[in-house]
């Protein structure tokens, strides 16, 4: 049986549930310009595209050359469409609005253009992370974004991998389209995701173990303890340093990817951004049966102050989530 396309699924969406058709429009234009990202990132050296841009993004990080050209596709490919009324970027310190020149519509969209970049030049998996909030405010400023993740009518990642994949959720479940290289299309090649509510595999950094809050310390410490431990089973563990691919390895077999705040900077409540990071990978986790907490708090309620601030994140399968916090409680 042939498979769906994403444009067929997104049809039978919204003949089903009702989506509104330019929200399904904004999500295959999104899913245009992955594709032009996906066809970037695989030139590799042989594009050109590789290295430093010698610039820095509103973070201080130094930016890729891929960071800012695949921040640039998706300003291109949805700038025009009359599907939003502003774009927010982790490479862009404010929001742009749509152009006079092109009709504006009801959607904010948000996005991590390239994240994991620091697998960029190793040729390991990285991707792109988008979200979608209503847009109540006609100007395109900080202030229309601040809304809780619960507020997202949409939201999803793309991961450039041995295959280009791209996973998404407008509220009703967590759906897997594959791209298929010889037509140029998406294909569904999972519905309905769902993560086991329990698991033995933990993704964090090890390395910034001896910075860590003593209930992280105490929950990785009872992982490595194994069947001998509190645990009373053995854990395996897994970190690419991209979030994308962790996040969606979890997606696959379930597992828990821990971001936790550290004592390296204390008055930054973590790494990761809550608007185009977390809040996203919040609603796809939850959507598919996961949790995602900032250690205590869940993650889709926290009401943001800023476009750029950081949260910790502890996200994944249900019970191992709920473990962590209980331990942080
Ligand atoms: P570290 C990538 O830069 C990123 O934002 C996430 O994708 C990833 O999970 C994390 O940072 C990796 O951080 O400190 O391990 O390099």
Same mark, same amino acid.
């Given at each position: 049986?042939?498979?769906?396309?994403?444009?067929?699924?997104?049809?039978?969406?919204? %003949?089903?549930?009702?989506?509104?058709?330019?929200? %399904?429009?904004?999500?295959?234009?999104?899913?245009?310009?992955? !594709?032009?990202?996906?066809?970037?990132?695989?030139?590799?050296?042989?594009?050109?595209?590789?290295?430093?841009?010698?610039?820095?993004?509103?973070?201080?990080?130094?930016?890729? !050359?891929?960071?800012?050209?695949?921040?640039?596709?998706?300003?291109?490919?949805?700038?025009?469409?009359? $599907?939003?009324?502003?774009?927010?970027?982790?490479?862009? &310190?404010?929001?742009?609005?749509?152009?006079?020149?092109?009709?504006?519509?009801?959607?904010?969209?948000?996005?991590? =253009?390239? &994240?994991?970049?620091?697998?960029?030049?190793?040729?390991?998996?990285?991707?792109?992370?988008?979200?979608?909030?209503?847009?109540?405010? =006609?100007?395109?400023?900080?202030?229309?974004?601040?809304?809780?993740?619960?507020?997202?009518?949409?939201?999803?990642?793309?991961?450039?991998?041995?295959?280009?994949?791209?996973?998404?959720?407008?509220?009703?479940?967590?759906?897997?389209?594959?791209?298929?290289?010889? $037509?140029?299309?998406?294909?569904?090649?999972?519905?309905?995701?769902?993560?086991?509510?329990?698991?033995?595999?933990?993704?964090?950094?090890?390395?910034?173990?001896?910075?860590?809050?003593?209930?992280?310390? %105490?929950?990785?410490?009872?992982?490595?303890?194994?069947?001998?431990? =509190?645990?009373? !089973?053995?854990?395996?563990?897994?970190?690419?340093?991209?979030?994308?691919? &962790?996040?969606?390895?979890?997606?696959? %077999?379930?597992?828990?990817?821990?971001?936790?705040?550290?004592?390296?900077?204390?008055?930054?409540?973590? !790494?990761?951004?809550?608007?185009?990071?977390?809040?996203?990978?919040?609603?796809?986790?939850?959507?598919?049966?996961?949790?995602?907490?900032?250690?205590?708090?869940?993650?889709?309620?926290?009401? =943001?102050?800023?476009?750029?601030?950081?949260?910790?994140?502890?996200?994944?399968?249900?019970?191992?989530?709920?473990?962590?916090?209980?331990?942080?409680?």
């Amino acid at each position: 049986m042939a498979r769906l396309s994403l444009t067929h699924f997104l049809i039978r969406c919204e %003949r089903t549930s009702g989506m509104d058709a330019n929200l %399904r429009l904004l999500l295959e234009t999104v899913a245009r310009a992955v !594709k032009t990202i996906s066809h970037a990132v695989g030139h590799g050296a042989l594009g050109g595209v590789l290295g430093s841009a010698q610039t820095s993004n509103v973070q201080g990080e130094t930016q890729k !050359k891929l960071d800012i050209i695949a921040n640039q596709m998706l300003i291109e490919a949805n700038e025009w469409g009359g $599907t939003l009324a502003a774009m927010a970027s982790e490479e862009m &310190d404010q929001p742009v609005g749509i152009p006079v020149a092109y009709p504006r519509g009801d959607y904010l969209l948000l996005f991590d =253009p390239l &994240d994991g970049s620091s697998n960029i030049d190793v040729n390991v998996s990285i991707g792109t992370i988008f979200s979608v909030l209503r847009a109540h405010d =006609p100007k395109a400023e900080e202030a229309a974004f601040l809304q809780p993740g619960t507020s997202q009518v949409a939201a999803g990642y793309a991961v450039y991998g041995p295959q280009t994949q791209f996973v998404i959720t407008v509220g009703q479940g967590v759906h897997e389209f594959t791209l298929d290289k010889d $037509t140029g299309s998406f294909l569904l090649t999972r519905e309905n995701l769902r993560i086991p509510a329990q698991t033995q595999e933990f993704a964090i950094n090890m390395s910034n173990m001896r910075h860590w809050e003593a209930p992280v310390r %105490r929950y990785i410490d009872e992982c490595l303890a194994g069947a001998d431990g =509190p645990r009373g !089973k053995d854990f395996n563990m897994r970190w690419v340093a991209s979030m994308v691919s &962790d996040v969606h390895r979890i997606m696959q %077999r379930g597992g828990i990817f821990l971001y936790p705040r550290d004592r390296r900077e204390p008055g930054k409540p973590g !790494k990761l951004r809550l608007m185009y990071e977390a809040n996203p990978m919040a609603l796809l986790i939850e959507q598919a049966g996961g949790a995602a907490s900032n250690g205590t708090q869940r993650i889709l309620d926290i009401q =943001p102050t800023s476009l750029h601030q950081r949260v910790a994140v502890v996200l994944g399968s249900r019970e191992e989530v709920e473990y962590v916090a209980r331990l942080s409680a």
